[in-house]
């Protein structure tokens, strides 16, 4: 069973920046895709930014210019890295991975404040 393992949410000031990463490990099997969601309160999930493992990408709107998804097959981790965080940005980001089935991460808290 593949376990995806987020870190690197935390309170950040508007403007400012976070690097999430999204560990895996467990399993040998093939993905074929990776991404970022997010839920705010009082909201469903949306798709934050999207990879594919032959590095296509696709990113939210509200996102794009502002967050850089990657991948380091390597270290079998995924990447967020978001610049110029704005409050409508806080939610909890959850990991995502795609195989011969779904998987998702336990999430982490993002909070843009100041």
């Known amino acids: 069973q593949l376990q995806l393992v987020e870190s690197g949410g935390g309170l950040v000031q508007p403007g400012g920046s976070l690097r999430l990463s999204c560990a895996t490990s467990?399993?040998?099997?093939?993905?074929?895709?990776m991404a970022w969601y997010r839920q705010a309160p009082g909201k469903g999930r949306e798709r934050v930014a999207y990879i594919t493992l032959t590095g296509l990408v696709n990113y939210l709107p509200s996102v794009n210019g502002r967050f850089t998804i990657s991948l380091n097959n390597t270290k079998n981790t995924m990447y967020l890295q978001m610049n110029n965080l704005r409050s409508e940005d806080t939610a909890v980001y959850y990991c995502?991975?795609?195989?011969?089935?779904?998987?998702w991460g336990q999430g982490t808290q993002v909070t843009v404040s100041s």
């Open positions: 467990g399993s040998n099997t093939r993905l074929t895709a």
């Open positions: 995502n991975a795609l195989g011969s089935q779904e998987y």
